[in-house]
């Protein structure tokens, strides 16, 4: 029971990417989803998050460059990546959160609160070259 998340590569600044974060053994439709950075020698940092009712939520850093969307029928959640930067670069990971889950995408709580983050999967890499 994890979550798997796919679509990372390698882009020119200013590219687009598509990433997805797919269940395995269990329903995400009633689950709050984030999806987080891990850069080299940083702190996990969140991204982004959508709520079980479908409304989102944004760091400032990616807002109005990052769309996070949900389709139970896959059984999947999507974050669509455009503009991106060379800052944007690192493994990105997804992870069932709390609901309402901007709170969850500060480094604070991610800090104090590991229990109220499950199913880590691997991550996929993404690299922005400048």
């Known amino acids: 029971v994890q979550l798997q998340a796919s679509g990372g590569g390698m882009v020119q600044a200013g590219g687009s990417l598509r990433l997805s974060c797919a269940a395995a053994g269990f329903s995400l439709d009633y689950y709050a989803i984030g999806w987080f950075r891990q850069a080299p020698g940083d702190e996990r940092a969140g991204v982004s998050c959508?709520?079980?009712?479908?409304?989102?939520a944004y760091d400032d850093s990616v807002k109005g460059r990052f769309t996070i969307s949900r389709d139970n029928g896959e059984n999947t959640v999507y974050l669509q990546m455009n503009g991106l930067q060379p800052e944007d670069t690192g493994v990105y990971l997804c992870?069932?959160?709390?609901?309402?889950?901007?709170?969850?995408?500060?480094?604070?709580?991610?800090?104090?609160?590991?229990?109220?983050?499950?199913?880590w999967g691997q991550g996929t890499l993404v690299t922005v070259s400048s």
């Open positions: 959508i709520n079980g009712n479908g409304s989102p």
């Open positions: 992870a069932a959160v709390i609901d309402p889950c901007e709170l969850a995408l500060t480094q604070k709580y991610l800090r104090e609160n590991p229990y109220d983050y499950s199913y």
